[in-house]
């Protein structure tokens, strides 16, 4: 049973507009969360990551929701770009966790259309 | 040149034969991580080690083998490779802190006849 979710495999937008990438957990364990970014023929990248004393985390046009009561996190960018057109995958780990207890979701394709 | 270098970057063998992947870094890192990515599943841990004498099994260390060499070399094999292990192969490395953030090589796709 997966622990986190990412039920969009895809997901297209216009250049310019809000992309909204989803991501649902079910271990109220989880106390930490991040976002990477992954090109064609690259490894994932750290995007962003926000921590579950938060509710929101912003890095210019990236920002990250947690929603701890409905274990649900979102991962907003605005305005969305045509190099932003990757693989996003969301991932979470325990209070205790470290990279080693990471638990990563399935990912959602992004195309951003020029 | 990348911080996290895997070889080979494609292979292809058939079934029994024996496969080792190989990963540097350059980042000074003494965390080192094995994943496989398939489609629909994610990245899922295989091996990871924390320093050249501590190696731990992940989530899905069946069928595989680790061998940290030095801290910055972590190499992972397949004594019998077979078709379900054909994939897309990440190391990674991370520093000690608390924060998740891992530093992933470019991949090694692995196909098994």
């Known amino acids: 049973d997966q622990q986190v979710k990412q039920n969009s495999p895809s997901l297209s937008v216009q250049e310019g507009r809000i992309s909204i990438l989803n991501c649902d957990y079910t271990?109220?364990?989880?106390?930490?969360f991040l976002w990477y970014k992954k090109y064609p023929a690259e490894g994932p990248t750290f995007l962003i990551s926000?921590?579950?004393?938060?509710d929101k985390n912003e890095d210019g046009r990236f920002t990250v929701f947690l929603n701890k009561s409905a274990k649900h996190l979102s991962l907003h960018i605005v305005p969305s770009q045509p190099g932003d057109s990757a693989v996003y995958f969301c991932?979470?780990?325990?209070?205790?966790?470290?990279?080693?207890?990471?638990?990563f979701g399935s990912g959602t394709q992004l195309t951003v259309l020029p | 040149d990348a911080d996290v270098t895997q070889t080979p970057r494609n292979r292809i063998t058939k079934t029994g034969k024996r496969i080792m992947l190989e990963c540097s870094q350059t980042?000074?890192?003494?965390?080192m991580y094995w994943y496989r990515q398939d489609p629909g599943l994610g990245l899922r841990l295989i091996y990871y080690?924390?320093?050249?004498?501590?190696?731990n099994k992940g989530e899905i260390s069946d069928g595989y083998s680790v061998s940290r060499q030095a801290q910055a070399k972590f190499s992972l094999s397949l004594e019998s490779a077979i078709p379900n292990q054909t994939a897309l192969y990440f190391c990674?490395?991370?520093?000690?802190?608390?924060?998740?953030?891992?530093?992933f090589g470019e991949g090694s796709r692995l196909t098994v006849l």
């Open positions: 271990n109220s364990m989880f106390d930490y």
């Open positions: 926000i921590s579950s004393i938060k």
């Open positions: 080690s924390f320093d050249v004498k501590d190696i």
């Open positions: 980042k000074g890192h003494d965390r």
């Open positions: 990674a490395t991370s520093d000690g802190t608390y924060t998740g953030e891992l530093f």
């Open positions: 991932a979470a780990s325990p209070i205790s966790g470290s990279a080693r207890q990471l638990t």
